[in-house]
């Protein structure tokens, strides 16, 4: 099967974006929260190291996840692919 233009161009635009965002999340993962142990200073009472580990990997994660959902449905009603919504 043939895909059309416009197929390639979406598929294009959607593992890019997929890339850009797997790219931040790598960074949040391993890249910050490797060098926040270095972070010794408190932050509400905590190691400020546990909250860029455990509260804003999360926020992050949330962002991410929010920002994709946001972009694709944009994306789907520009190539006229998005799903129609019920009342």
Same mark, same amino acid.
């Given at each position: 099967m043939q895909l059309t233009e416009s197929q390639k161009q979406y598929w294009s635009k959607?593992?890019?974006?997929?890339g850009f965002l797997l790219a931040i999340w790598f960074l949040v993962t391993y890249v910050v929260g490797f060098s926040a142990r270095e972070l010794n200073f408190?932050?509400?009472?905590?190691?400020?190291s546990?909250?860029?580990? +455990?509260?804003? $990997?999360?926020?992050?994660?949330?962002l991410?996840? +929010?920002?994709? $959902?946001?972009?694709?449905?944009?994306?789907?009603?520009?190539?006229?692919?998005?799903?129609?919504?019920?009342?």
């Open positions: 959607n593992v890019r974006m997929t408190n932050f509400f009472g905590w190691p400020f546990f909250w860029v580990g +455990a509260q804003g $990997a999360l926020v992050v994660y949330v991410i996840i +929010a920002y994709y $959902a946001h972009y694709m449905n944009n994306l789907d009603k520009e190539y006229g692919c998005a799903e129609e919504e019920e009342d």
